[in-house]
T-cell receptor, first 115, second 111 residues
């Protein structure tokens, strides 16, 4: 068990470019979550997958954001036409069904800087 | 929606005991969790309370009072490595798929 893995760890991009982040959850966890965290704040929920199905999306998730989990294993989060306000740490977390959202294992995050 | 309040900063000395409070306002409260996050690191689960009372895990304990919409995290025998941000977070029945986090408490442990 190598924990939750996220790539890349850091991404610097220019405004207007597209970026994609990848998350590999703990293999036996069928629940996967994306959160966003800005400096000095707690993580904010973005979206949730149960296996390959995206079951919940936050209102924070504008139409420039899309997430997938095609085979119920790894997940990707894509941000199109990035804006400076998208600069944040993007955190992925996973959990087994029995604990739900009560006990999450987070990855180390992907830090996005939009210039 | 949900709102959580916790102190922004707490300072204590090594070996001491510190309590970090969390009050919440939410409908359909389900449970209260605590996470630790070191600078540049991932949030790490510490404890979870769904029922009133105290949960103890080693040097850390967490308390919940549902009637008061209040909980706290108690850290005993503080160590330098406990310097970190601590977040309380709630889950809500009907949406037990997401955690809503507070803004965090920065704990500084002094020698």
């Amino acid at each position: 068990d190598t924990g939750v893995s996220q790539n890349p760890r850091h991404k610097i991009t220019k405004r207007g470019q597209n970026v994609t982040f990848r998350c590999d959850p703990i293999s036996e966890h069928n629940r996967l979550y994306w959160y966003r965290q800005t400096l000095g704040q707690g993580p904010e929920f973005l979206t949730y997958f149960q296996n390959e199905a995206q079951l919940e999306k936050s209102r924070l998730l504008s139409d420039r954001f899309s997430a997938e989990r095609p085979k119920g294993s790894f997940s990707t989060l894509e941000i199109q036409r990035t804006e400076q306000g998208d600069s944040a740490m993007y955190l992925c977390a996973s959990s087994p069904t029995e604990s739900g959202a009560n006990v999450l294992t987070f990855g180390a995050g992907s830090r996005l800087t939009v210039l | 929606g949900q709102s959580l309040e916790q102190p922004s900063e707490v300072t204590a000395v090594e070996g001491a005991i510190v309590q970090i409070n969390c009050t919440y306002q939410t409908s359909g409260f389900y449970g209260l969790s605590w996470y630790q996050q070191h600078d540049g690191g991932a949030p790490t689960f510490l404890s979870y309370n769904a029922l009133d009372g105290l949960e103890e895990t080693g040097r850390f304990s967490s308390f919940l009072s549902r009637s008061d919409s209040y909980g706290y995290l108690l850290l005993q025998e503080l160590q330098m490595k406990d310097s970190a941000s601590y977040f309380c977070a709630v889950t809500v029945s009907g949406s037990a798929r997401q955690l809503t986090f507070g803004s965090g408490t920065q704990l500084t442990v002094l020698p």
